[in-house]
T-cell receptor, first 116, second 114 residues
């Protein structure tokens, strides 16, 4: 079965550079979530989109922006990168319209961002 | 607001022994509860979940967890540890809405002793 695809899998950037992370949800899934997992830390929710509209926002820095496109893929744009942005960035997707109130989030393999 | 506390950042058990990973949650509304496993350099895989109904839930790889509302707990157990169970385990909570974010605990690294 198709899974969540994230690209690139690894990314190395210098301080103050910009980075764009991409997420391709499972086909037919309408909701995308972004999480950040720092070294040795738990995943922290950044932002989510449902039907191309922002549905929730967590502890996402103002330097970061994200959007969901008409084909439901999502991009996380990160500017003025800092050393502390080095982390594993996960994307997850779910289908809100599925049967029942619970919509499982399926996680991608993550993008490991290293800021030097 | 919701939060999860995982007691013990590192747990070591012998192969074949009982695995018990502790999770307590705080939620002002009825929660959904989850356990995820993360192997080194990999993504998060759902082990099991509690949404509604039966409070004892069974997951993949022989794991199970029991939702105890009175104790606000959702501990993860496995009767007999296997070497392949060595990984990081995260407990997570969300509100009972369709596309709610997950709030994770700080994780427990499980080591299996041969």
């Amino acid at each position: 079965a198709a899974g969540v695809i994230q690209s690139p899998r690894h990314l190395i950037k210098e301080k103050r550079e910009t980075a764009t992370l991409k997420c391709y949800p499972i086909p037919r899934h309408d909701t995308v979530y972004w999480y950040q997992q720092g070294p040795g830390q738990d995943p922290q929710f950044l932002i989510s989109f449902y039907e191309k509209m922002q549905s929730d926002k967590g502890s996402i820095p103002d330097r970061f922006s994200a959007q969901q496109f008409s084909d439901y893929h999502s991009e996380l744009n990160m500017s003025s990168l800092e050393l502390g942005d080095s982390a594993l960035y996960f994307c997850a997707s779910s289908l809100l319209g599925s049967v029942g109130p619970y919509n499982e989030q399926f996680f991608g393999p993550g993008t490991r961002l290293t800021v030097l | 607001a919701q939060s999860v506390t995982q007691l013990g950042s590192h747990v070591s058990v012998s192969e074949g022994a009982l695995v018990l990973l502790r999770c307590n949650y705080s939620s002002s509304v009825p929660p959904y509860l989850f356990w995820y496993v993360q192997y080194p350099n990999q993504g998060l895989q759902l082990l099991l979940k509690y949404t509604t109904g039966a409070t004892l839930v069974k997951g993949i790889n022989g794991f199970e967890a029991e939702f105890k509302k009175s104790e606000t707990s959702f501990h993860l157990t496995k009767p007999s540890a296997h070497m392949s169970d060595a990984a990081e385990y995260f407990c997570a909570v969300s509100r009972q809405f369709g596309n709610e974010k997950l709030t994770f605990g700080t994780g427990t690294r499980l080591t299996i002793i041969p």
